[in-house]
């Protein structure tokens, strides 16, 4: 792999390489790039990394500290600018959330090269650009912007925030997830399992509790587990001891290897407000085991296909998400012929499939 005869460079920046789906992707891509050839780096505003990658890491984490004073910012921009200029990488993909105009005026202008491609990976479109119109289009009007599903790019070029938006999904490696689904034994059966953050109400485990007790399966001591951590999982605690559930719903914290609570689980529930392009499903779906999800903004739709590989649910409707519960535990026959379907509609998703379409946007030949 080269360009102009030399290696081809690659920069992966993300705020970590560690618990979210945007880190997650990150990483697997970097892989992927480097077993193809590719001089692969990352830059990491946060000094936190669990996740599996591959090459060279740059981690500005370890300049923070809990001086955020001006001068101690301007210093880590120009050791930044110094790191780009030193390396002179033929691409740059940028995964981090990007919600400061003046910090992104000044990397979009002076620190990140021409060819950088700025992802988006949620609904929530402020987590990138600012909500004046005009502002964004000086950040990113003319820049190369990728969205992770069609309705994001979509409301993206509707918006005119660009002048032009690809899309490319999140990639899976099934062959690593097969794997890693094996690698250890799960101490609970019988259970239904939810993934995500609790650092805001995005994912709304409280209501998603909620419905799980007004189901059958408390009854029918199938629990729920959560996997994930953050300031709100002392309220969803709280919650559950009110609701005399403190037995049934298990709180497992952030999971470095959540598939085998994958494959062990009857299924997957998927609550959230919005998303971008869910890990969660693809990550269920290439377990073996089918999701339960609301048809939100964006990405469930492009994923599931109601009743064949999973329950897509009227957006927000929380009295059908219990019904969805119901039914996917209820009726066997359905469930046998939904489960059946799981990982053969995720292969597209698959990343030799998904890196190939990288390879062309960024003109790797």
């Not at 970097?30 to 990491?44: E, L, P, Q, T």
């Not at 050791?79 to 780009?84: A, H, S, V, W």
């Not at 402020?126 to 979509?154: D, H, M």
């Not at 494959?263 to 339960?292: C, D, R, Y």
Request: proline residues 2%.
């Amino acid at each position: 792999m080269s360009k102009n005869n030399k290696k081809y460079k690659i920069l992966l920046v993300g705020d970590s390489l560690a618990n979210g789906g945007a880190e997650r992707v990150q990483a697997l891509l970097s892989k992927y790039f480097h077993d193809f050839g590719i001089d692969v780096h990352h830059v990491i505003f946060l000094d936190w990394i669990t996740y599996d990658y591959e090459g060279k890491v740059f981690n500005l984490g370890k300049f923070s500290s809990s001086n955020v004073s001006v001068f101690r910012k301007i210093k880590l921009f120009f050791i930044l600018k110094n790191y780009l200029q030193s390396n002179q990488f033929d691409a740059v993909i940028d995964f981090r959330m990007r919600e400061t105009f003046f910090k992104e005026f000044l990397l979009s202008r002076f620190v990140f090269p021409k060819d950088t491609f700025y992802t988006v990976h949620s609904g929530i479109l402020n987590y990138y650009f600012p909500k004046n119109i005009w502002l964004s289009k000086i950040l990113y009007g003319s820049k190369n912007v990728v969205a992770v599903s069609k309705a994001i790019q979509k409301e993206i070029l509707e918006k005119e925030l660009v002048k032009r938006c690809d899309q490319i999904y999140n990639p899976i490696d099934l062959k690593e997830i097969n794997s890693l689904r094996k690698e250890y034994q799960v101490n609970h059966s019988n259970y239904i399992l939810a993934v995500g953050r609790m650092n805001d109400s995005v994912k709304q485990f409280d209501k998603l509790i909620l419905s799980y007790s007004k189901s059958v399966l408390p009854k029918e001591n199938i629990k729920l587990i959560l996997l994930g951590d953050g300031n709100n999982r002392k309220d969803y605690e709280n919650l559950t001891q009110r609701l005399n559930l403190s037995d049934k719903v298990i709180f497992t914290g952030f999971v470095d290897n959540p598939f085998p609570f994958y494959e062990k689980a009857l299924f997957t529930v998927l609550s959230s407000s919005n998303e971008g392009f869910p890990n969660v499903i693809l990550e269920s779906l290439a377990s073996n085991t089918p999701i339960i999800s609301f048809d939100c903004f964006s990405g469930p739709n492009e994923i599931i296909e109601n009743k064949v590989n999973g329950f897509l649910v009227e957006n927000q409707n929380f009295e059908k998400l219990t019904e969805a519960m119901n039914e996917m535990f209820k009726n066997y026959d359905e469930y046998i012929s939904i489960k059946n379907n799981t990982i053969s509609k995720v292969y597209k998703f698959d990343v030799e499939i998904i890196s190939k379409e990288w390879f062309k946007l960024l003109k790797i030949d």
